[in-house]
């Protein structure tokens, strides 16, 4: 069985640690063995074991980066067709065994939904105005080819899909979620750091942590949304223990 | 009271003579549009919101989703779409925003963008009214 991971580290707003700590988290965290490989503009101080891929020609989509923002990530679906597949994002911590999830048979790429929301409250009351979101696509799993559709879909309405959508996630919500064509994580697998009630605790018997900021702080002002550079107490504690 | 912009778009309508329309991005509109079959105008609607429940709707995104619409079309949010004009062909009746609202990823600011986008070569009627631009026109 074949295991492939990868991450992304393009720009400056994430340091090569946070690379090097996700990596020594799945690690301790997933029990069969993989590969993991950080596609980035600057593999300065990566770990030797990690692999890289060159981040300046991977994105084939000629749009600015405020459209359809981490496209990319899509390109793995048509890159990456190994018995079990994933990517994951730099600013989670990952801190329970993820072994189970990580292998799954998977009919459909598996994405995470938004559970720490109210669906219909916040997200259906917005649908209409195209303002929702409920998916995120920081933790994906899929098996062999079964996500290659996402990625020649994309590839065949760029035009339309670009012009529309200014993230993945929101794209992959309106346009695939609403025809069932994702697999959902379940919930008790992801939380939302900044987001679940009480915020800034680490949410019992779930495994994946998100720290995501960029969309709290513009949407919902919570001016206490914190990175995982900026997290103190058992989180600062955890993701520094992932050096070893 | 029904807002500015869709009493314009139904005066329009009432002057258009068509007998069919097809009322695209709908979002809530005034009941007197639901009501024009009286008035010998068949019509069907097109929204992506599932909040809507009429039998007069078809659940859909007219512009990625397979969708035949009538020759006569009219748009009430290109603010929150590719242009359809790109998609569909007809004699349109369009109407753009520029207020910016989250979701919002076509702000229009004029009736000739409306025209431009929308590839508009016979134009009926524009009018600009304040943070809404309204077009008029074909490009079949």
Request: glycine share 6%; charged share 25%.
């Amino acid at each position: 069985m074949k295991l492939e991971i990868f991450t992304f580290k393009w720009g400056t707003k994430y340091g090569p640690e946070y690379v090097n700590r996700l990596y020594g988290s799945l690690l301790r965290h997933i029990s069969v063995p993989f590969n993991f490989t950080c596609i980035t503009d600057d593999a300065t101080g990566l770990r030797k074991e990690i692999k890289t891929l060159d981040y300046k020609t991977f994105d084939p989509f000629p749009y600015p980066k405020d459209r359809i923002f981490t496209r990319e990530k899509l390109v793995l679906l048509n890159h990456s067709m190994a018995d079990h597949n994933m990517w994951i994002d730099l600013d989670v911590l990952v801190h329970g065994d993820i072994t189970e999830y990580v292998t799954r048979d998977l009919e459909k790429p598996t994405f995470i939904f938004n559970h720490w929301f109210d669906l219909q409250k916040r997200t259906m009351f917005n649908f209409g105005r195209g303002a929702s979101c409920h998916i995120n696509s920081s933790f994906v799993c899929w098996t062999q080819d079964r996500g290659k559709w996402l990625y020649d879909y994309t590839m065949k309405d760029i035009d339309k899909i670009a012009f529309t959508y200014n993230s993945l996630d929101k794209y992959l919500f309106y346009r695939h979620w609403t025809k069932g064509n994702l697999g959902l994580w379940e919930d008790g697998i992801v939380y939302n750091y900044n987001y679940d009630n009480p915020t800034h605790e680490m949410k019992e018997g779930y495994k994946i942590g998100l720290f995501n900021t960029s969309h709290i702080r513009i949407n919902d002002s919570v001016s206490d949304a914190l990175e995982l550079h900026e997290a103190d107490g058992w989180a600062k504690e955890l993701w520094e223990s992932y050096d070893a | 009271m029904m807002r500015e912009d869709h009493r314009i778009v139904f005066d329009w309508l009432m002057e258009s003579g068509w007998e069919e329309v097809s009322l695209v991005a709908t979002g809530r509109i005034s009941d007197r549009f639901y009501s024009i079959k009286s008035l010998g105008i068949n019509h069907h609607c097109y929204d992506m919101d599932p909040a809507i429940v009429r039998n007069d709707y078809t659940l859909c995104d007219v512009i990625f989703d397979p969708i035949t619409l009538s020759k006569n079309i009219i748009n009430f949010n290109a603010q929150k779409m590719y242009p359809i004009g790109k998609v569909h062909k007809g004699e349109f009746i369009i109407i753009g925003s520029a207020d910016k609202h989250p979701g919002d990823c076509n702000i229009v600011t004029s009736c000739q963008q409306l025209i431009d986008q929308n590839k508009i070569h016979t134009v009926m009627r524009t009018i600009e009214i304040p943070n809404y631009s309204i077009v008029w026109g074909c490009n079949d």
